[in-house]
């Protein structure tokens, strides 16, 4: 199986102050389709997760363009450009290229 | 609005079995693959299975395969997840998500619990 392994697993920040999540992948993520499929998912205290971004860079309806996605091939970045109070919760990547899908083992994000 | 809500959770005793039931609504679910994922409470996501829009492709985790069968009623507008042989690891909160292959689970639900104990 694909191994993903996030860092940092837990990211203090100031509100305000940009954010950076990094996942690196054991094996390429490049699909035989072209595609490379790393997806973004945000998770809130209580609630059900919610994808963020997939596809490396895309992001999901609604989600705001504070959220940027980037990489290639194994190593991968979610950038929060000002940290804001609702964006408190866990974040996980997950690699959609090979079977089983895989998750990121999670990076808490919380206020200074 | 895509709705997507569980049933079927509960407490079983190891080796017994449950079916848990995903109703959906607000998008084409015969159009939409369908994955279920669990989460320990406190602990991180982990991928359980996937049926593609007409039921013909299916996958699993390497720790459920051969006990779980996923499978869905297009006309019902519903997925289902057969769990048998149940183990100890396999007590979580069980989420139906439906997404794209690649791209994994768009929507979720709000998940239900499952207990596996005697």
């Known amino acids: 199986d694909v191994v993903v392994t996030q860092s940092p697993v837990s990211l203090p920040v100031s509100l305000g102050q940009p954010a950076s999540i990094s996942c690196r992948s054991s094996q390429s993520l490049v699909h035989s389709d072209g595609n490379t499929y790393l997806s973004w998912f945000q998770q809130r205290p209580g609630q059900s997760p919610r994808r963020l971004i997939y596809k490396i860079s895309n992001r999901d309806s609604g989600v705001p363009d504070r959220f940027s996605g980037s990489g290639s091939g194994t190593d991968f970045t979610l950038k929060i450009s000002r940290v804001e109070a609702e964006d408190v919760g866990v974040y996980y990547c997950?690699?959609?290229?090979?079977?089983?899908?895989?998750f990121g083992g999670g990076t808490k994000v919380e206020i200074k | 609005e895509v709705q997507l809500v569980e049933s079927g959770g509960g407490l079983v005793q190891p080796g017994g079995s449950l079916r848990l039931s995903c109703a959906a609504s607000?998008?084409?679910?015969?159009?939409?693959?369908m994955h279920w994922v669990r989460q320990v409470p406190g602990k991180g996501l982990v991928w359980v299975s996937v049926i593609n829009t007409d039921g013909s492709k299916t996958n699993y985790a390497d720790s459920v395969k051969g006990r779980f069968t996923i499978s869905r009623d297009n006309a019902k507008n519903t997925l289902y997840l057969q769990m048998n042989s149940l183990r100890g690891e396999d007590a979580a909160v069980y989420y139906c998500a439906s997404g794209g292959p690649g791209s994994g689970p768009g929507s979720w639900g709000q998940g239900t619990l499952v207990t596996v104990s005697s």
């Open positions: 997950m690699q959609g290229a090979h079977w089983p899908l895989t």
């Open positions: 607000g998008f084409t679910f015969s159009s939409s693959w």
